[in-house]
């Protein structure tokens, strides 16, 4: 089992960057893809980023491809979402979660552990 704790987020203008980080606790994290996810108010959530245990592969939504940038460091069980060039569009708050698994997806179904969130406000 693994548990989640996302932290990083806060206010920042449009165009400013945030970098979040989500740290696990448990055995076997090097075991986990991890995908990032937000949900602003009224919508449904959102698929954002998604890493492989390895590292070696990643994944991103189309909103975000281009800006943001997911890494991890197994030995500290952290992964993280650096968020660059930011708008008032990516106002959310921002999930990760977890799935013991080789194969990456961005199904939100799939991930069978989860954090608390982060909140993220993007001012204009």
């Known amino acids: 089992q693994v548990q989640l704790a996302e932290s990083g987020g806060g206010l920042v203008q449009a165009g400013g960057s945030l970098r979040l980080s989500c740290a696990a606790s448990?055995?076997?994290?090097?075991?986990?893809?991890v995908g990032w996810f937000r949900q602003a108010p009224g919508k449904e959530r959102e698929f954002v980023s998604a890493i492989s245990w390895s590292g070696g592969s990643t994944y991103y939504g189309d909103s975000v491809k281009g800006r943001f940038t997911i890494s991890r460091d197994n030995a500290k069980k952290t992964v993280y979402l650096q968020m660059n060039s930011l708008t008032p569009e990516d106002t959310a708050a921002y999930y990760c979660a977890a799935l013991r698994s080789p194969i990456l997806t961005t199904d939100v179904g799939e991930y069978e552990y989860w954090g608390q969130g982060t909140q993220v406000t993007v001012s204009s």
């Open positions: 448990g055995r076997a994290f090097s075991m986990y893809a």
